[in-house]
């Protein structure tokens, strides 16, 4: 297939960019969309470049962007100001249990919801996805009472049990097992397969790309949390990343430290979640079309 052919499978042809109001309209858009990047990048960028200057050219005015003096010792002073390593491990430990009760949990509900004969299928999956309109603010203190009477605060439960009932994940999940053909559970019924066995060795290996999707939601979701653990958590020593930065870095509880390094912590807590999302970003986009989740 030639050039020429392949310029034509646009939905703008290079006839339509003879046409003046259909060029100008199209570097118009091309603009707006740099500009919005700009405006995404910027403040990563600005965060990265001062993590390396020193604290006079941080205030230097007018401000550059780009260090006169590439001062690589912020990061350790980072390191010793806060320990990451630990807060990320908490983070990580926070992310692995909420993920394994998410995928058993809410797997086997839409599994159910999808391939099981259950009675009143259709208000269970209703009631499930009206769940999505209720803001998470209103049921944040019915949680928090719960688990008090549990005796779970403090504890990594307080975050591994909310998990359980994600209605978006229900939603992400079942669409995906719809799109499954049933005569492959059929089959495996007439074999003898139980119900949780085609859920374990057949609905599972099938849907590693939706399974995908929800290890980086769960993992962005972790990554951020602050706000539940700082109402759930009260041990210092159990604080996910997100909150000890919070308390310890930006919040002004400790005034003693500089503000670049402050940066440098910044930019070592942003270096997860971008690796993640760099590696693994194909898997989103193709785990939601899978779906046909549309936002």
């Not at 939905?11 to 046409?19: E, K």
């Not at 919801?113 to 009206?130: Q, V």
Request: hydrophobic share 50%; proline share 5%; aromatic share 16%.
């Amino acid at each position: 297939m030639d050039k020429e052919s392949l310029r034509e499978r646009g939905i703008l042809s290079h006839f339509d960019f003879r046409r003046k109001t259909v060029w100008a309209g199209y570097s118009v858009m091309i603009v707006l969309l740099a500009a919005l990047s700009a405006t995404m990048i910027y403040p990563f960028l600005v965060t990265i470049f001062n993590a390396f200057k020193t604290r006079e050219d941080i205030y230097t005015f007018p401000p550059t962007l780009w260090p006169k003096e590439w001062v690589w010792s912020n990061l350790g002073e980072g390191f010793q100001f806060i320990d990451l390593s630990r807060y990320m491990l908490n983070t990580f430990a926070i992310y692995a249990g909420s993920t394994l009760v998410a995928v058993v949990c809410i797997g086997l509900a839409a599994f159910s919801l999808s391939h099981l004969h259950i009675p009143f299928r259709k208000g269970f999956t209703l009631f499930f996805m009206c769940t999505l309109m209720i803001p998470s603010a209103t049921y944040m203190i019915p949680n928090y009472l719960n688990l008090q009477e549990l005796g779970l605060l403090n504890t990594y439960w307080a975050f591994w049990l909310p998990s359980a009932a994600n209605a978006f994940w229900i939603l992400l999940l079942k669409s995906f097992f719809d799109g499954i053909h049933k005569e492959l559970f059929e089959a495996a019924r007439m074999d003898g397969a139980s119900e949780l066995r085609c859920f374990l060795q057949m609905a599972l290996p099938l849907s590693y790309p939706i399974l995908a999707t929800i290890l980086i939601f769960g993992f962005t979701a972790a990554w951020n949390e602050w706000f539940w653990a700082g109402l759930v958590i009260s041990s210092p020593d159990k604080y996910p990343i997100a909150t000890a930065v919070y308390k310890y870095v930006l919040s002004g509880e400790s005034n003693n430290i500089q503000v670049n390094v402050k940066f440098a912590i910044l930019t070592l807590v942003m270096v997860p979640p971008l690796l993640m999302f760099a590696f693994l970003q194909k898997y989103i986009i193709r785990g939601v079309n899978l779906s046909s989740v549309k936002g």
